[in-house]
């Protein structure tokens, strides 16, 4: 089974400034990888993903992340932040052709005024 | 992607009962998941369900604790078997999306006491 790491547990930060989630994954061979969001009480809604192609995909409400396979690292950024961002935010990673997602522990993100 | 309805939404459970949590899916899918989702903590894959066929446990998790049910191609259940505080938690289910992923429900937030 895959492992993932979120470096990152908590992560405060201010309306309007970027912030960076990390995330790394342990596996050598060919993988999907996947961003979700849990906003307060609610379900995960997928933000984004990558299955091939180019490296950098980006989500409709200005979220990107970078395939990085050397590293085998799965970042996701935003440049500027709202306070509707506040939520936790999963990394999860499935080898191609295996159903079965691996989730990281999860990174809180809180946005102040 | 599919839309999946998922109920109840949350409920108080006494220990020593049992729960059935529903899964309905508007499209038709070969495989549902369910995924258990601890305070705190990230999920884990508690089993596959394919219709037709018994459901596939992840290690750590049973079928007498946690039968499920896969009468057709649209919906499954899940249940939680003589339930201690232990078993409080979020329990989803998921399906592949269309293009690539998977959607998740909303989620059946459980508390016993």
């Known amino acids: 089974a895959q492992s993932v790491t979120q470096l990152d547990s908590q992560v405060p930060v201010f309306e309007e400034a970027p912030v960076e989630l990390r995330c790394n994954y342990s596996?050598?061979?060919?993988?999907?990888l996947f961003w979700y969001v849990q906003y307060p009480n609610q379900g995960l809604q997928l933000l984004l993903k990558?299955?091939?192609?180019?490296?950098l995909v980006e989500s409709i409400n200005g979220f990107e992340a970078e395939f990085n396979k050397s590293q085998t690292s799965f970042h996701l950024r935003k440049p500027s932040v709202h306070i509707s961002d506040t939520a936790e935010y999963f990394c999860?990673?499935?080898?191609?052709?295996?159903?079965?997602?691996?989730f990281g522990a999860g990174t809180t993100v809180t946005v102040r005024a | 992607s599919a839309v999946i309805s998922q109920k109840p939404s949350r409920d108080i459970c006494q220990r020593g009962t049992s729960l059935t949590i529903q899964c309905q899916v508007d499209?038709?899918?070969?495989?549902m998941f369910w995924y258990r989702q601890q305070p705190g903590q990230s999920l884990t894959l508690i089993a596959t369900?394919?219709?037709?066929?018994?459901?596939?446990?992840e290690s750590g998790f049973v079928i007498d604790k946690f039968p499920i049910s896969r009468p057709n191609l649209t919906f499954s259940t899940l249940t939680v078997s003589n339930m201690s505080p232990e078993d409080s938690s979020i329990y989803l289910c998921?399906?592949?999306?269309?293009?690539?992923?998977?959607?998740f429900g909303s989620g059946t937030r459980l508390t016993v006491v």
């Open positions: 369900a394919n219709q037709g066929s018994e459901a596939t446990y």
């Open positions: 499209s038709q899918v070969t495989m």
């Open positions: 999860a990673v499935s080898q191609i052709n295996d159903y079965k997602l691996s």
């Open positions: 990558y299955l091939s192609g180019s490296t």
């Open positions: 998921s399906v592949e999306a269309t293009g690539g992923g998977y959607t």
């Open positions: 596996s050598s061979v060919s993988v999907y």
